[in-house]
């Protein structure tokens, strides 16, 4: 069956460092992809998604980009912030026109110091 | 666009009684809502599907007559803990899809529900 493994967490960076998030995915078919944010407390967010092999998904300087040779969907970002601590889960969904039950990652826990 | 409400945000209640959450999507009509239990620092566990106007599909070793899930209209599903007890405390998020959503398979979650019992 599909499945999402994910980097284990926490991840503890200093403001403005570099932030990659592991994902690498297991599916059938040709699965849609996505980044969640879940701020403290609160339900999930959709960051960014992708649907087809070499698409860069792309959201407040967060970037993942679909690789089907790899089956990754690493996160990045350039410069984190200490608003960016959240827990983070990679997902994927089935193709249009499929059961949509979505997997998810475990989640990976991102605590940015000042 | 794409809104998922959640009623209440929190709720702490007495071992034995039953809490019914609401899920509404407020600006888009959703055949499919999806209820989900996280546990703390581990991911979202599907609980079940819920079709509108249809019972709702539960997943393996989640017991319906414990939790009732009832989804009567397009904006609305909600999912009543019975009897509840200390072991069902937990953070319950519900998602929706968007009926004219084609394409991409895409979920907007409410912001979840806080469920204590004492």
């Known amino acids: 069956g599909d499945s999402v493994t994910q980097m284990e967490g926490p991840v503890t960076l200093s403001e403005e460092a570099f932030l990659t998030i592991n994902c690498t995915y297991t599916a059938t078919g040709y699965p849609s992809l996505f980044w969640y944010v879940q701020y403290p407390g609160e339900g999930l967010q959709l960051l960014l998604k992708a649907t087809k092999a070499d698409d860069k998904g792309s959201n407040k300087g967060f970037e993942a980009t679909y690789r089907k040779e790899t089956t990754s969907f690493h996160l990045e970002k350039g410069s984190v912030q200490v608003s960016d601590s959240a827990v983070y889960f990679c997902a994927l969904s089935d193709p249009p026109g499929g059961s949509y039950i979505p997997t998810f990652g475990r989640g990976t826990s991102l605590i940015v110091h000042p | 666009g794409a809104v998922v409400s959640q009623h209440p945000s929190r709720v702490i209640c007495k071992s034995g009684t039953s809490v019914k959450i609401e899920c509404r999507s407020l600006d888009f009509q959703a055949t499919t809502m999806f209820w989900y239990r996280q546990f703390p620092k581990k991911s979202l566990m599907l609980m079940a599907t819920?079709?509108?106007?249809?019972?709702?599909?539960?997943e393996q070793g989640v017991e319906k007559d414990k939790f009732l899930i009832n989804h009567a209209s397009l904006t609305l599903s909600t999912l009543t803990v019975t009897s509840a007890h200390p072991e069902d405390s937990s953070f319950y998020i519900c998602?929706?899809?968007?009926?004219?959503?084609?394409?991409?398979?895409?979920?907007?979650f409410g912001p979840g529900t806080r469920l204590t019992v004492l």
């Open positions: 998602s929706a899809r968007d009926k004219m959503g084609q394409g991409v398979n895409e979920q907007f």
């Open positions: 819920s079709n509108e106007g249809s019972k709702a599909t539960y």
